[in-house]
């Protein structure tokens, strides 16, 4: 008995049984499931050698390695939603956002030294993997602190490196993800360090500052030292060159620069005021005489505006600023 390609889909949905055909109906087009269906209502009985045969090609189909023309995607979402209902919707999600992970995308923002600890062990093809997907720079600082003996090995393991599958990739990661997370070393960053402690001083107002510093002389001194040499206070702008002071001019608000200028020293006034033009410069004297008693929190809160101005100015690049204490000055 010779049948057509719709004539065997036919029997082998019959064969399969309701559950199964319900799902693969889904994925013909509305001619196809006529057509079979024209098929499937015509049919009474089917011989069982015939089903054993259509059953037989289509597993060969499978054991010869031939392509089978199927819309999977579609495919296994119509299964799970005939499966888990609503729960469908949250398992596809999840399966999604598997599928679109970046392999060691986590891994990068380990310390070197940390991450060097963890793999030198590891075997050099499974280093080699891991720090090409690192950038350059990174790769290089995490193979400088590997053993010696195995540098030169895993570079040549790099550049032999041709195609990895994605799985193998996404195992590797989620092994060394949970041994980072394990041992509490996962996304470590520096958070402070005596600069970050010297940028909150310098926030405060100045009883406090006094108050914490003094305190911190008592109990760590060689700390202490080091973060008043981080540090940048109002009388700092005498250190800075005139080029940098009509820089950071630019950008301070005049009324917070009288202000300011009202609890200064006479030598920095005379500095700022060198740096002004000849009218704003007699403009600000006059109204600095003409200035009344101010409070003292006013006249810190206008100098530390200023302060953090000349912080931000040094972060876009446009100035450089020396240390609040003693020792060696950058030239700007």
């Known amino acids: 008995m010779e049948l057509s390609g719709p004539q065997k889909a036919a029997a082998l949905m019959v064969s399969l049984g309701k559950d199964v055909s319900s799902v693969l109906l889904k994925n ?3 001619e196809e499931i006529k057509t079979i269906g024209k098929y499937l209502t015509e049919m009474s009985t089917i011989p069982g050698d015939v089903v054993e ?6 597993m060969d189909n ?7 023309p ?10 799970l939603a005939q499966t888990y209902g609503e729960k469908a919707e949250q398992l596809i999600e999840e399966i999604e956002e598997e599928k679109s992970k970046t392999p060691f995308q986590n891994i990068r923002k380990v310390d070197s030294k940390i991450l060097a600890t ?11 993997i891991i720090l090409a997907h690192l950038d350059q720079k990174k790769a290089a600082e995490v193979l ?10 895993v570079v040549s393991r790099i550049a032999r490196l041709e195609s990895v599958q994605n799985d193998i990739l996404l195992e590797i990661d ?3 993800e949970e041994e980072l997370l394990t041992r509490g070393t996962m996304s470590q960053q520096k958070l402070g360090g005596a600069q970050v402690a010297a940028e909150i001083i310098n926030c405060l107002d100045k009883k406090t500052e006094e108050i914490v510093l003094s305190q911190l002389e008592e109990e760590q001194a060689e700390l202490a030292e080091e973060i008043r040499k981080l540090m940048f206070v109002f009388e700092d702008l005498l250190k800075l060159d005139d080029r940098s002071i009509r820089t950071i001019l630019k950008e301070v608000k005049n009324e917070d620069l009288i202000l300011a200028l009202k609890g200064a020293s006479e030598e920095l006034r005379n500095k700022i005021f060198s740096n002004l033009s000849s009218r704003a410069a007699e403009m600000i004297k006059e109204d600095l005489e003409a200035m009344g008693p101010v409070k003292l929190s006013n006249v810190e809160e206008a100098q530390q505006k200023i302060i953090l101005i000349v912080r931000n100015l040094e972060k876009e690049g446009k100035i450089v600023i020396g240390g609040g204490g003693e020792g060696d000055q950058l030239v700007i």
């Open 28 to 30: 013909f087009t509305d």
């Open 53 to 58: 045969t259509i059953l037989k090609e289509f």
């Open 62 to 68: 499978f054991s010869n390695n031939k392509d089978v």
């Open 70 to 79: 199927v819309v999977g995607e579609k495919f296994f979402k119509d299964v």
């Open 118 to 128: 963890f793999v030198q062990n590891e075997h050099p093809q499974t280093i080699a």
């Open 144 to 153: 400088s602190l590997l053993r010696e003996d195995i540098q030169a090995e």
């Open 174 to 176: 989620k092994i060394l």
